[in-house]
């Protein structure tokens, strides 16, 4: 089928897809008067939005490769192997595993690659192969290379700026990065050297929202970021939500990645953000200090002082016997005695860090 026949077909399919009752209306009898033709409504099928929202994918990538071809692109078949990663993750871990691309490579084993991607020529060094940097495609290049098929791509000579745009682009356009993976993205080119003009123009969107995807992204920890994961439906409002609060609960840092780390394990991204906004209220809790229980001190066969503690804290006690001065001088020393405790406290500290 030609590029033409298949723009038709795609056409004609987002048609009949947004098409509604029109079809389905009752039908006129003699007799009764012809109702007035209403508007169509669109199908609300999960399954057929679905499909709707695949095919305009596929033409919107058509339309794509058609305008680098006709800047001088070329289409060609790749050994998957001559095709090197991009200068700059904009995926999480996990995107192009066997599970995530399950579905894609059931796709490509039944009707092959429909979709070129985009590489660049990598400058060859000493008599070594060609090689090729892929620009987008990523996903659609690791299941051809599951499947031991050629990886086909539009080759174009790209600039590092004009590899960054078109890779965003395309992410953009497909809605396939998730909000979160969009503002670890934006951080990433600025910390590559990319300018701000550059970074909006990747992600299509304007230098405000980009400030914020990566002010956001220097806030939360990466280690944070990523054990919460891609979380696909959690958008812009929550993850400003849970920065802010992030912001406010400092207390609770530690104790929001603990208990990620141990629970979060078997959850989806969805849910381990939840986990992670719900913990950010919680205090780490450091364990109450033993009581020792009541306490009589003897010096010289005399009771000095009963020493008790409760909820008010400590209490002494001092025995009728022991004279007013000793309890006066041992005030006056008090001060001294505090300050000589938590240097001694310190250095057993110190001796047990090292």
Known sequence: MSRKDSKGMFANVLGKLGEGAADSAPSTTAGTQAAAPSAPKPLTSPHLMKVAAGVRQIQ??????????????????????QVLPSALADR???????????????SMADRGQIVPGLVRPVPAEGGEPQRYQIVYGRRRLAAAKKLGLKFKAVVRELTDEQAVIYQGEENTARNDLTYI???AFALTMEKAGYSRNTIAASLSTGKSHISEMIRLA?????????????????????WIEL???????????????????FAGKNMTSEERFALAMSSMFVKA????????????????????????????????VFSKSVPADFVAYLAERMEELHDAYHKDASRRNEQKRS
Request: charged share 30%.
């Open 60 to 81: 919107e990538r058509g339309e794509l490769i058609d305008k680098l071809l006709k800047e001088g692109g070329q289409v060609v078949e790749l050994d998957p192997d």
């Open 92 to 106: 999480f871990e996990g995107a192009y595993d066997d599970t995530a691309i399950s579905e894609l490579v059931i």
């Open 181 to 183: 993976e969009k503002c």
């Open 218 to 238: 220097n806030t939360l920890p990466d280690k944070l970021v990523r054990t919460i994961g891609s979380a696909p439906e959690i958008g812009r409002r929550r």
């Open 243 to 261: 920065m802010e609060k992030w912001i406010t609960h400092q207390h609770s840092h530690v104790m929001v990645q603990e208990v990620l780390d």
């Open 285 to 316: 809790l450091k364990p109450a200090p033993k009581d020792p229980g009541p306490l009589t001190v003897v010096s010289r066969g005399i009771k000095l002082v009963d020493v008790t503690y409760g909820k008010a804290g400590g209490r002494m």
